[in-house]
C-alpha cells in the first residue's frame, strides 16, 4: 500500500502509465508539486468521477507528510480502486 520516493522516481523517469495524484490543498500544489492530478483530500469524495477511468491501474497518491496520502489511499481502495499506492513519508521525503 506505499510506494518509496526511488520507486516512484522509477516510474516516473520510464514513463509508466500511473497516475500522480496529489491530495494536498490547491495553494500547497501551487507552491511546489512533482506533476500528477491535485485533488484535495476533503473534496476527493466529490470528485472521484474524475478518476475513475484509473479505478483498474496504477495510482499513486502523495502529500506533504504521507498522512493525509495514506486517508485517501484507504478512501479509494474502499471504493474500488485496485492499484493505490501511498508515497512514504510524503513530498517532505522526496529528494529528487
Keep these: 500500500m506505499t ?8 516510474l516516473i523517469d520510464s ?3 500511473f497516475l500522480l495524484l496529489d491530495v494536498r490543498e490547491e ?7 512533482i506533476g500528477g ?3 484535495p483530500l ?7 468521477q474524475e478518476i475513475a477511468s484509473w479505478k483498474s491501474k496504477m495510482i499513486v497518491i502523495h502529500c506533504k507528510a504521507g ?4 486517508t485517501g489511499t484507504k478512501y479509494l481502495l474502499k ?16 529528494p529528487y
Excluded: C
Design 3 to 10: 510506494i518509496l520516493p526511488q520507486e516512484l522516481k522509477t
Design 37 to 39: 492530478l491535485n485533488i
Design 67 to 70: 498522512t493525509r496520502g495514506r
Design 79 to 94: 471504493h474500488g480502486f485496485a492499484n493505490v499506492k501511498n508515497l512514504e513519508g510524503g513530498l517532505s521525503k522526496w
Design 15 to 17: 514513463k509508466a502509465d
Design 27 to 33: 495553494w500547497e500544489h501551487e507552491e511546489y508539486h
Design 42 to 48: 476533503n473534496s476527493l469524495p466529490f470528485r472521484l
